[in-house]
């Protein structure tokens, strides 16, 4: 069955780096669209970032120009670098799978994965 394994999330200082990461299995990964999408306590789920099937990438304003996404079809991953940090992007992030295309609002996903957490602070 189609699942979604991330991993890469952890602690780190403002203005520091990670790079979360997507694994796919169960599925032809070429085919879906590819969402991160975060959960801060006591907020709703917001949709940072989507890559597309054909490789069209969407980015939420709060993390514009500090978050890249990036898939390996041949590797069935999806990444997320995420540089400049701040508190606020603490929260659960979710990696999420639709057909073809990113979804709108960009948190309608069929299939999602368990979530890695990331925290940033001093």
């Known amino acids: 069955q189609l699942q979604l394994v991330e991993s890469g999330g952890g602690l780190v200082q403002p203005g520091g780096s990670l790079r979360l990461s997507c694994a796919a299995s169960?599925?032809?990964?070429?085919?879906?669209?590819i969402g991160w999408i975060r959960q801060a306590p006591g907020k709703e789920r917001e949709g940072v970032s989507c890559i597309s099937s054909n490789g069209r990438t969407y980015y939420a304003d709060s993390v514009k120009g500090r978050f890249t996404i990036s898939r390996d079809n041949a590797k069935k991953t999806v990444s997320l670098q995420m540089n400049s940090l701040k508190p606020e992007d603490t929260a659960v992030y979710y990696c999420?799978?639709?057909?073809?295309?990113?979804?709108?609002?960009?948190?309608?996903?069929?299939?999602w994965g368990q979530g890695t957490q990331v925290t940033v602070s001093s």
């Open positions: 169960g599925f032809t990964l070429d085919y879906y669209a």
């Open positions: 999420a799978a639709e057909w073809r295309l990113c979804p709108v609002p960009n948190i309608e996903y069929d299939y």
